[in-house]
């Protein structure tokens, strides 16, 4: 069975110079929910864009559902269905409209094309809404339907960049429900997203972009397990002016503001062993909170280290 995506050497230069992909490698398998991550600039849009045809790559391969970007193109966007970060629909148009219409993009007849945005549509809570503007939607209707409207004509593989930017955590969580059930039922859908606890919690694979090059990629799981590191943040019952030794050498502890305490944990080492700790130099703790999750710090260290 041919992976959903395949990119191979892939190098993006533009006309004034900038070389935004430096010959970059990607495999995503059919059927996974896989991340692509970075910070701003790193080259997420740009390789997300080569893929969907809305960028043209300068040298590279790119083939996606066993299908090559340079010979067999139509078959490609055929293939995709691309959910971009921006709103880029008729804002006065009603929703079923653009619904329907973008069906018609993909050549399928009138009838066909009304019973699926019927049920997209429904299955994203904005059937009540089909004779609205699409103007009038809150931000996270706005979402869904480009959603529906990516998955009229049924691809195979699923762009989302940036989802749920802007979104309620309530919107966000009723759309992850939606597209877990889309990705069990095989569409397979590749994700790009701020919000890396998101990525960490659906996504069994990743690849991690910075300046052009990928600086990690593979197994969700396996990348964390190296990553021995956790950050806490304890908040005391009086405000801590001064750090013990022991805190700092053993826990690389540091004063945050507001008299709080940051520290770190490795393999081996407990929150039972912190507490300890903290009670042998009379500091009472009234709370202990992770300050970002695994992949956060992971990301931030691969990314710094790019840079």
């Given amino acids: 069975m041919a992976n959903a995506l395949e990119i191979s050497n892939l190098v993006k230069v533009y006309d004034n110079g900038f070389k935004a992909l430096n010959g970059i490698d990607l495999t995503v398998p059919q059927g996974d929910f896989f991340a692509l991550?970075?910070?701003?600039?790193?080259?997420?849009?740009?390789?997300?864009?080569?893929?969907?045809?809305?960028?043209?790559?300068?040298?590279?391969?790119?083939?996606?559902?066993?299908?090559?970007?340079?010979s067999q193109r139509e078959q490609v966007k055929r293939s995709l269905g691309v959910v971009p970060q921006e709103f880029n629909f008729n804002a006065f148009?009603?929703?079923?409209?653009?619904?329907?219409q973008q069906a018609g993009y993909y050549g399928l007849p009138r009838k066909l094309a009304l019973t699926r945005a019927?049920?997209?549509l429904k299955q994203l809570d904005l059937w009540e809404k089909r004779d609205t503007a699409a103007r009038m939607l809150s931000g996270g209707m706005k979402r869904r339907l480009?959603?529906?409207?990516?998955?009229?004509?049924?691809?195979?593989?699923?762009?989302l960049d940036e989802p749920t930017a802007g979104v309620d955590i309530e919107i966000r969580r009723s759309m992850w429900r939606f597209l877990n059930e889309l990705n069990r039922q095989g569409t397979t859908i590749i994700l790009?997203?701020?919000?890396?606890?998101?990525?960490?919690?659906?996504c069994p694979n990743l690849a991690i972009i910075g300046k052009g090059n990928i600086i990690a990629q593979g197994p969700t799981k396996a990348l964390l397990k190296d990553k021995d590191r956790s950050t806490f943040v304890a908040d005391f019952t009086a405000s801590i002016t001064e750090l013990p030794?022991?805190?700092?050498?053993?826990?690389?502890?540091?004063?945050?503001?507001?008299?709080?305490?940051?520290?770190?944990?490795?393999?081996?080492?407990?929150?039972?062993?912190?507490?300890?700790?903290?009670?042998?130099?009379?500091?009472?703790?009234?709370?202990?909170?992770?300050?970002?999750?695994?992949?956060?710090?992971?990301?931030?260290d691969l990314t710094t280290e790019s840079e």
């Fill in 146 to 159: 480009m959603i529906a409207r990516a998955l009229v004509h049924e691809p195979k593989i699923l762009i």
């Fill in 245 to 300: 030794p022991t805190l700092v050498s053993d826990y690389g502890a540091t004063l945050v503001e507001g008299g709080s305490i940051e520290f770190h944990t490795r393999q081996g080492q407990t929150l039972n062993e912190v507490f300890a700790c903290f009670n042998e130099h009379d500091l009472e703790a009234i709370s202990i909170r992770p300050k970002t999750n695994r992949l956060e710090e992971l990301f931030v």
């Fill in 192 to 202: 790009t997203t701020h919000y890396l606890e998101e990525a960490e919690t659906l």
């Fill in 118 to 120: 019927e049920t997209y």
């Fill in 37 to 70: 991550l970075g910070p701003n600039g790193a080259g997420k849009s740009t390789s997300l864009g080569i893929v969907s045809s809305l960028v043209n790559k300068t040298s590279g391969t790119v083939k996606v559902n066993g299908f090559d970007l340079d």
């Fill in 93 to 100: 148009e009603k929703v079923l409209d653009i619904v329907v």
